[in-house]
């Protein structure tokens, strides 16, 4: 497993992925970072800053959180989904997302 360090705004939080996957991550968030002021609509969804990356993790503060990576990237194709958007063609960000999901899911079922 490795471990991605994010920066939302509501504080940090860490998120688990497959070593195998975690590039995957990594890529989507530069990839929506880019994108996302392209959007046309007020209400962009915030996207978290991506601090760290790393293969050992131990946390010892209680308000610390650990998501495992499919409920996370599922949130995530969550908010992107609930989007109104009109002008930009939404449905490539939302392909790289669920792509990402759908291999984390069949990895789940692999398991």
């Given at each position: 497993?490795?471990?991605?360090?994010?920066?939302?705004?509501?504080?940090?939080?860490?998120?688990?992925?497959?070593?195998?996957?975690?590039?995957?991550?990594?890529?989507?968030?530069?990839?929506?970072?880019?994108?996302i002021d392209k959007l046309?609509?007020?209400?962009?969804?915030?996207?978290?800053?991506?601090?760290?990356?790393?293969s050992d993790l131990e946390?010892?503060?209680?308000?610390?959180?650990?998501?495992?990576?499919?409920?996370?990237?599922?949130?995530?194709?969550?908010?992107?989904?609930?989007?109104?958007?009109?002008?930009?063609?939404?449905?490539?960000?939302?392909?790289?997302?669920?792509?990402?999901?759908?291999?984390?899911?069949y990895l789940q079922e692999?398991?």
């Open positions: 497993m490795r471990f991605l360090l994010l920066q939302e705004a509501d504080g940090l939080h860490f998120v688990s992925m497959p070593a195998s996957h975690m590039y995957q991550l990594v890529a989507l968030f530069k990839r929506l970072h880019k994108e046309t609509i007020a209400d962009r969804p915030k996207l978290p800053t991506v601090i760290a990356e790393c946390l010892f503060a209680e308000s610390a959180r650990l998501e495992d990576g499919l409920s996370y990237v599922s949130k995530l194709e969550q908010r992107f989904a609930a989007l109104q958007e009109t002008e930009y063609p939404l449905i490539s960000l939302l392909t790289e997302i669920r792509a990402l999901q759908a291999q984390l899911e692999e398991e």
